[in-house]
């Protein structure tokens, strides 16, 4: 079986999923090409299938525009990607055209004009999936989030195949496109062992980020969105402080949420001077000992699917707090690798929070649990049951 893996962003979480998930397909027998941007941040790993990083988009990760002339220029730039990616999309369904996979398997389909290009590669007779890591613009405005949702549905029922992250998106899914049930099947996420094979340097970074030892951490690592609920774990930090000493660390590059916003509610909350924010994307040989410096690490989301981030501390051996949000209420056992609260609710992550940073006892059995339980989302069990379902659409055809 061919199957090509079309991931356009080429560095981040996504690039990292699809990696280890292509790997993962290779092994179990399929013959796996992945098509990506030309900034591919994997250049350096090695992989047993098939890479292409053949599309002339922009990187995934870059630092926001600045000064007085910011939003003119956003806006002129806006136009000239529309341009440039309508331009790939056509070169990129040409290049699978030309290849004629048995599968072309896709990620996150931001616009719907992009269903153009997806019906061209179903007329040459290939069949089109998706890994649906997201099927709304979670932090577009409210009135450009319904729009683009109702655009989306015809794209998300025409795949053949649809895989969401866990029962209760597969679900969400359904109820939102319509999409028939028997074609959207429910996976894990997978672990991010990737991460600690290729980013796990040693050590931690108390030292650079001037935390005393034996102080407890709570870390955010990830995209600074506004769908992260970055306030609120800001707000039930400082509630926190009237009971333990503590430091949090938010680190992660700037999507939306100025990370000047965040040291200003600090600052005013009087929390300052135990708060870290490292507003960047940070290398791979930083994300082992960002996640080593943490006690726990918390996932405030206001809204989620699912979350690399999670995997990440799992296999690390650190435990979670987490909003019961996606499917992060499946994937965290409450009480036992971590905790769930509710979303939009600082009180409740406060307490969360001094439940495990002031019992270091607790927090090293919660990860250690956490550790065991990461091997319950190994990518084996979910290459298999993608190509089960693949089997099955070329048995039907």
């Not at 941007?37 to 350096?44: I, N, P, S, T, V």
Request: hydrophobic share 45%.
């Amino acid at each position: 079986m061919r199957i090509h893996v079309i991931e356009t962003d080429g560095a981040g979480g996504l690039i990292h999923y699809a990696h280890q998930l292509c790997e993962t397909l290779q092994a179990s027998g399929a013959e796996v090409t992945l098509i990506t941007g030309q900034h591919y941040e994997l250049a350096d790993v090695p992989a047993s299938f098939e890479v292409r990083p053949v599309l002339r988009l922009w990187p995934a990760i870059e630092p926001p525009l600045q000064g007085r002339l910011a939003g003119l220029r956003r806006r002129i730039r806006r136009v000239g990607r529309a341009v440039r990616l309508t331009r790939e999309w056509w070169r990129l369904s040409s290049i699978v055209i030309a290849d004629r996979p048995d599968i072309a398997q896709f990620s996150i389909i931001r616009f719907p004009f992009l269903g153009f290009f997806l019906w061209r590669i179903r007329r040459a007779g290939i069949v089109t999936t998706q890994v649906c890591h997201e099927f709304e613009l979670r932090d577009a405005p409210g009135p450009v989030r319904r729009a683009v949702r109702t655009l989306s549905r015809r794209v998300i029922r025409s795949f053949s195949a649809v895989f969401t992250h866990g029962d209760s998106q597969r679900t969400a899914v359904i109820g939102a496109t319509g999409a028939e049930p028997g074609r959207v099947h429910a996976i894990s996420h997978g672990d991010e062992g990737l991460l600690v094979r290729m980013a796990d340097a040693g050590g931690d970074l108390r030292r650079r980020y001037g935390i005393p030892p034996g102080r407890p951490v709570a870390v955010f690592f990830g995209g600074l969105r506004p769908s992260k609920g970055l306030p609120d774990l800001v707000d039930a930090m400082a509630e926190a402080a009237a009971e333990i000493d503590a430091h949090l660390v938010v680190a992660g590059h700037p999507q939306g949420v100025d990370p000047a916003d965040l040291r200003r509610r600090a600052a005013r909350l009087g929390i300052a001077d135990r708060t870290t924010i490292d507003a960047r994307y940070l290398p791979f040989d930083e994300i082992g000992p960002l996640i080593r410096t943490a006690t726990v690490v918390v996932l405030p989301y206001r809204s989620a699917t699912a979350s690399g981030i999670l995997q990440t501390a799992y296999v690390f051996g650190r435990p979670v707090i987490a909003t019961a949000v996606g499917a992060l209420a499946e994937d965290v056992d409450d009480g036992r690798t971590g905790l769930l609260v509710p979303p939009g609710n600082p009180p409740a992550l406060a307490r969360a929070l001094v439940k495990i940073l002031s019992d270091p006892a607790e927090a090293r059995a919660m990860g250690d649990a956490a550790h065991r339980h990461a091997g319950d989302f190994g990518w084996g069990p979910i290459a298999d049951k993608i190509l089960g379902v693949y089997r099955g659409l070329g048995e039907a055809a």
